[in-house]
């Protein structure tokens, strides 16, 4: 389907007032379960409807009927890899309510192994799952939010990791710096052209989801190599199931937080204090030349 131009729909909304989301209409990705569930409830409870997506058919049909419960609510499984998919997902909200106020690009996948141990088939998943996701989003849904003639933002989902870079998560990392950038200059864009449409970029570190067991819906023509990973591989897997099994955020703390960023028209959100001095730390590190 195509659609016109995109043109600004108003003035960017530099205002001291909230962004209310109350009645809007909110898309969220990876909405089965973890992060993206717990952002489907707390639009739910902030009184917005509700489009859900994922991969996982029946996992979706299960946070559809509770949520079918609270709000109005439409579902569809989504290969988030595909801009078909992210194309139809989009007819599908917009021909169910007419307009989006918020389009949540969350779905998401993590590995643990060195460069020299992640494969071409392991790059690609990362890829297309963690940055292609949010470049078809962006690109199935913006121009029609552009027109709807009313504020609306883009929440992607990147990752403390998308600021650091850490031994054994090079495919992961790379994928969330990146949505990081596409986000900072999507925000910069959309202010060049003063549009109603702004940008928040949600970077949490470990939170107890299930996004460690990624495997188990990993697409059969990207599979894993036969060769077994080396013990390094697997200890580093073991420390970050630990390290996000310990999580002292919930998913739904996080949902409330990155919830109050969007209403405060705020660009990006860090949830974990810790984490991010280390980001600061890193930061300084960068303009020392990374002098030990």
């Known amino acids: 389907m195509t659609h016109p131009s995109a043109t600004p729909s108003s003035v960017w909304p530099e205002r001291d007032t909230p962004f209310s989301i109350e009645g809007g209409v909110a898309v969220v990705t990876g909405a089965a379960s973890g992060l993206g569930l717990a952002i489907a409830r707390a639009c739910a409870a902030s009184g917005m409807r509700l489009v859900l997506a994922d991969i996982d ?69 990362m890829l297309d799952v963690n940055l292609w996701s949010v470049i078809h989003g962006i690109a199935a849904f913006l121009p029609r939010m552009l027109t709807q003639g009313q504020e609306a933002r ?39 052209q003063q549009a109603a449409i702004g940008v928040t970029i949600l970077s949490p570190a470990f939170v107890p989801t299930g996004i460690v067991n990624s495997e188990r819906r990993r697409p059969a023509e990207l599979g894993r190599d036969a060769a077994p990973l080396s013990d390094a591989a697997r200890a580093a897997e073991a420390q970050l199931v630990r390290a996000t099994q310990s999580g002292k955020l919930t998913a739904d703390d996080v949902a409330a937080r990155v919830l109050a960023a969007v209403r405060a028209r705020r660009l990006h959100v860090h949830t974990h204090a810790k984490i991010q001095r280390g980001i600061e730390a890193r930061m300084a590190a960068i303009y020392a030349g990374f002098q030990p």
């Not at 569809?76 to 389009?103: C, H, I, K, M, P």
């Not at 990081?180 to 925000?187: K, N, W």
């Open 57 to 125: 058919g029946d996992g979706l049909a299960r946070a559809s009927a509770e949520l079918s419960a609270r709000t109005r609510c439409i579902s569809r499984v989504t290969d988030v890899r595909e801009r078909a998919a992210l194309d139809a997902l989009a007819d599908s909200a917009f021909d169910a309510f007419g307009s989006v106020a918020l389009l949540f690009n969350n779905a998401g996948v993590v590995i643990t192994r060195s460069i020299l141990e992640t494969s071409a088939a392991d790059w690609r998943w």
């Open 154 to 192: 883009v929440v992607n989902t990147a990752s403390a990791a998308g600021f650091l870079s850490e031994p054994n998560l090079a495919a992961y990392a790379v994928s969330k710096h990146a949505v990081v950038a596409l986000s900072e200059t999507l925000h910069q864009e959309l202010r060049q």
